[in-house]
């Protein structure tokens, strides 16, 4: 029996790791990864950071590289790995779980393997967990190779042929830059909506983050005015020119993608029938059904407050925009987890056979 099992080893359950250790508490981490920072190793490969080192600090060790270095995700993986050795955080790697159910004694939490039991549990699985892709894409040809953003590493996964990128996020654009720029003979259509607003990373001679922290932006709250606002808007795409990106001689823009059957697939301006490759850059979808008896939201989340769970002595943390636009941001998750770890504490006055002492260690950011 543990006091509190961690589901997730990302950089939120890394956040909230350290909280508890500080605090003496006796945890488990449990990851279905066989390695820490697995979920970064598989993103594309030319991925980078749009935030700066200064921005990118997880509680108690700063990020190992120079301020204003763009980390890689190699270099985010590198961080977890030392972080969990410099802490010596207890995790179960190769861990599925697959249930979370509540139980007299505290919570169930069933695994491919085994069961553990544990008084607490904090859930930091992240908030993307299932791939979407259009249900058209069932109707296409066999023969058209199709990749989700998920599982796109980089333009040597395509076969010869025209390609087709959609999604109009930063992972769409970014994905429609890199293949465009791979092969200039290779014909690039994009579909998604071209109106999306465009922000450099950088703003006469400071960083776009340092800009938001001056502003007020990042701490801005989802229940204040200003954060309903901001939640609201479609998210802007950063560091990249869309209007040169969309006018290379090899770059067409088809509008949204409206159906598809065979080898034909129906655009608002135009139907592609030489399409060879599609990269599927359309999102993810929340999935908490593994987690027994919670209520969720509209989009799917468990309804929380500031992490805090409907559910006695279950907790979250790592999810979008779960109290500011930083709560699922590498350098943003410490804020929600200082947060916790107080409210934790709380409870755990009033529970003697929980063993957690507050100490006064350093925490960067």
Known sequence: MFDYIIVGAGQAGLAMAYQLKQSNANFLMLDSADEIGASWLKRWDSLKLFTP???????????PAIKGHYPDKFDVANYFKAYVKLFELPIKLATTVTKVIKSNQGFEVQCTEKSYQCKKIIIASGPFHKPFIPPCHKLL???????????????EQLISGDTLVVGA??????????VAKHDANREVFFSGSTNALTIPQEFLGKT???????L???????????GKKIKQKMQPVIGIDI?????????TAVGHTLGANENNIRCQHKTLSSIKNIIWSTGFRADFSWIDGIA????????NYRGVSTTKDMYFIGLPWMYTRGSATLGGVHKDAA???????????NSADLIIEPQSLPAVG
């Open 296 to 303: 969720l939201d509209k989009q799917g989340y468990p309804v």
């Open 339 to 349: 947060y916790l770890i107080n409210i934790i504490r709380e409870d755990a006055v």
């Open 216 to 226: 007020g932006v990042l701490s801005v709250n989802k229940y204040s005015w200003l």
């Open 53 to 63: 080192t200064e921005f990118n600090h997880l509680p108690g060790m700063a990020f």
């Open 243 to 251: 209007k040169s990106l969309l006018s290379k001689s090899n770059v």
């Open 141 to 155: 040809s066999p023969s058209i190779n199709q990749i989700h953003s998920r599982d796109y590493r980089n333009p």
């Open 208 to 214: 776009l983050w340092w800009w938001f922290k001056l």
């Open 169 to 178: 996020g930063d992972s769409g654009f970014q994905i429609l830059q890199e």
